[in-house]
């Protein structure tokens, strides 16, 4: 396909190019995001088996469900940390984007099937939806889009969050943008009062999807409010759109609100019981975290193990897209700097960047503190450099723009360049074998006898830090139909004392078997705990 013919200008009648644009972006988002996925015939998953495998059994809470599992009928109770209440509020309940993994597991898939399908289709959708916010919202051509949609929904930052699925489904941010923009654009006609409309039901479902991209969002969008009332041209359109639209914002509010009101109502019950994030928790990013592509990069592998200071950073705080992709994107911005919302776009992206960062070893300096202060929701943000997931799209926006200028004088030039930028965020990241953990799961859960109440799992070690033991007793809650003490989320229950659970020493055996007891009691639970591992392995 010749580039030039991917160019929206002027507008294509054919049916099939136009398809076939959004069509590449997916292809490619895919080959670069999922490639030793595609190339294991689906038998292997991105991350290791720790966080991706309590996602994963999140999703199938909610299909569990839906479907009327005995274990899963209470939306909000989940069978682990038995019998302790709302532990299903924990951590990101994943609603909003769990729908086509409803799909796979109601065509027959199996749940390790159905959830390497669920990334496939997250991805895919993630492409899609960038390609329209790009084309429609940012107004490039389809070779600008079809590059900036791959690396919003395959850039380095967000292949490293793999390991953090509940992290990865953007398109309904891209789409509350989106809509946003759009009405902002028409305001006083059917097109605005939709659009409004669709924003207010996008932010609800980025609630019921995942916390941190959720109050990343809102947070982006006060931030952009402020730069924009800060411009009196487009101040004169955001007040036209008020004066016109007014009905329509607080209806969409409104509903908005009405539907994160359950989920707002189980957040506040668990901060009660369980209490909000220490100050201590909380990470920053660094000045080299947004140079940081991560040692498992293709291209800057080696220079990142070299340098210690990048070297020392988690996956949480690898947000670099590379070397050559922020000089095109900061290029593409500055070049567009007069269109419609570009400065916004690139200031609200500085200054999230900015507020994110630690300032040089002063942590207690950081601007993040007064954020986490004064804004309301910013205390249960932990992993602050998550935001780089929000200031991927400024980046993808930057490049999108580059590409399309260069696009309509030197087509294949524009190629090279938008290509160059993607292969750069190749990452070689670690996954695992579903069907392995499976097996492992299956042993277990074949172990709980029927008659148990509830069981416990304290196995002896096995090279493998506590966590893994503990998703497993979650999955095999499901297999055996019968509820755990064990447990993995983002918080435990106040009182639970088993997050070790691993039995390496007689004095650990006294310890478990103490932290047991001491929950039954607590719970006044009756009928049969079976405890599994401790004596038979000791």
Not at 417 to 429: A, D, T, Y
Request: with cysteine.
């Amino acid at each position: 396909m010749d580039p030039a013919s991917l160019l929206h200008r002027p507008p294509a009648r054919n049916v099939g190019l136009a398809l076939a644009a959004p069509a590449l972006a997916v292809a490619a988002a895919l080959i670069l995001a999922h490639h030793t996925v595609l190339s294991s015939g689906l038998q292997l998953v991105p991350g290791d088996p720790g966080d991706a495998r309590f996602v994963h059994y999140c999703i199938e809470h909610t299909w569990a469900w839906l479907a009327g599992h005995p274990l899963h009928r209470r939306f909000w109770e989940m069978p682990f940390f038995f019998p302790a209440p709302m532990v299903g509020a924990y951590s990101d309940v994943l609603l909003g984007v769990a729908p086509p993994y409803w799909l796979f597991r109601a065509l027959g898939a199996g749940p390790d099937r159905a959830y390497v399908l669920w990334l496939l289709c997250t991805t895919a959708l993630n492409a899609l939806v960038a390609f329209w916010f790009l084309r429609s919202i940012l107004r490039v051509g389809r070779l600008g889009a079809v590059t900036g949609a791959v690396l919003i929904a395959a850039g380095a930052p967000r292949i490293h969050f793999l390991n953090h699925p509940q992290l990865i489904g953007t398109y309904w941010l891209l789409a509350v943008i989106g809509w946003v923009v759009l009405a902002v654009r028409a305001p006083g006609t059917r097109r605005a009062r939709l659009a409004w409309l669709g924003a207010g039901i996008g932010f609800a479902a980025q609630a019921w999807s995942s916390y941190y991209l959720w109050w990343f969002l809102a947070f982006a969008l006060g931030v952009a409010a402020l730069a924009v009332l800060a411009d009196r041209e487009m101040r004169g359109w955001v007040l036209d759109a008020l004066r016109l639209d007014g009905a329509a914002i607080a209806a969409a509010a409104v509903i908005s609100a009405l539907l994160v009101v359950p989920l707002f109502r189980a957040w506040w019950s668990v901060a009660q019981m369980v209490g909000l994030r220490d100050s201590q928790q909380i990470f920053l990013a660094r000045g080299q975290s947004w140079l940081n592509p991560g040692p498992d990069s293709w291209w800057y592998g080696w220079l990142v193990r070299r340098s210690a200071g990048m070297r020392s950073q988690t996956g949480e705080q690898q947000m670099g897209v590379g070397l050559l992709t922020p000089v095109v994107a900061l290029v593409g911005l500055w070049r567009a700097r007069h269109r419609d919302g570009v400065v916004v776009l690139a200031t609200t992206a500085l200054i999230l960047g900015l507020l994110a960062t630690q300032l040089g070893p002063w942590r207690n300096l950081s601007p993040w503190n007064l954020v986490s202060a004064l804004v309301p929701g910013a205390a249960a943000i932990r992993a602050v450099p998550r935001v780089g997931l929000v200031i991927l799209v400024a980046w993808a926006a930057g490049v999108a723009l580059a590409v399309d200028g260069t696009a309509l004088r030197r087509p294949w030039v524009a190629l090279v360049l938008g290509m160059l930028c993607l292969v750069e965020q190749g990452v070689s990241l670690v996954h695992f074998r579903p069907a392995e953990e499976r097996a492992r799961v299956n042993r277990l859960a074949a172990t709980v006898s029927p008659s148990c109440t509830a069981f416990v799992s304290t196995p002896a070690p096995d090279g493998w830090p506590p966590w893994r033991s503990q998703i497993d007793a979650v999955w095999a809650t499901d297999t055996a139909n019968i509820p755990t003490l064990n447990g993995y989320s983002g918080n435990a229950p106040p009182g639970w004392k088993l997050d070790d659970c691993v039995v390496r020493s007689p004095a650990d055996r006294e310890r478990l078997d103490a932290a047991i007891s001491d929950w039954i009691r607590r719970w006044d639970l009756t009928g049969t705990v079976c405890h599994l591992g401790t004596r038979s392995q000791l």
